[in-house]
């Protein structure tokens, strides 16, 4: 299995970059971002309490985007493999997938991280919230509180892959497809060697 965890602050361009990915290397896509939000626009019970947090930018508790990644992952085992975006974004999240992975024979072949300057997450939400209607993208306080979240909790998730020789950062700036060509040379180079 290929198992491609894609990496970066919100606004990277993590979820454009995966729709490619996907095609490219027939993956399975796992955004905890979308299947939240599929929750929330459904009411269901988790759902509900999930939207509290993601309103104010926090991250939602880690065995609550643990329990949906494990059976998103169980209902499709047999796929060539998976791009995981937006997840994990705590070391418990990380720990969790390995184990998760490990049980299932398989492990995280590379984590790739789109490299993107604070500004211009800013401005790139904030257009996309005009363009998508997402309300945590509408607000320049909920922007910044999201990428707090991400500089205390997640940036310690690249430490994490870094300890196993597995992480790659990639220049998020440029066009969509430089970007992703630069992703397809590290997948593929990282596939060779394995
Ligand atoms: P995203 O679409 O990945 O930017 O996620 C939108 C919101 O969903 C985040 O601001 C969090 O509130 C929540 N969320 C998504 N993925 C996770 C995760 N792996 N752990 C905790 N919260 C998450």
Redesign the pocket.
Known sequence: MLNIVLFGP?GAGKGTQSEKLIERFKLVHL????I?RSEVANQTELGLE?KK??DQ????P?EV?IGMIESKVDSNASSNGFIFD?????SA?AKALDELLHRKGTSITRMLALEVSEEELITRLLLRGKDSGRA?DQDESIIRK?IH?YTTKTAPVRDYYEAQGKYTGVNGIGSIDSIFESLCTAIEASAATR
């Open positions: 919100p955004s905890t971002g979308d939240l999930a947090l993601m930018g926090l991250l939602v880690d985007v937006g997840f994990p974004r705590t999240q945590d999201r979240e």
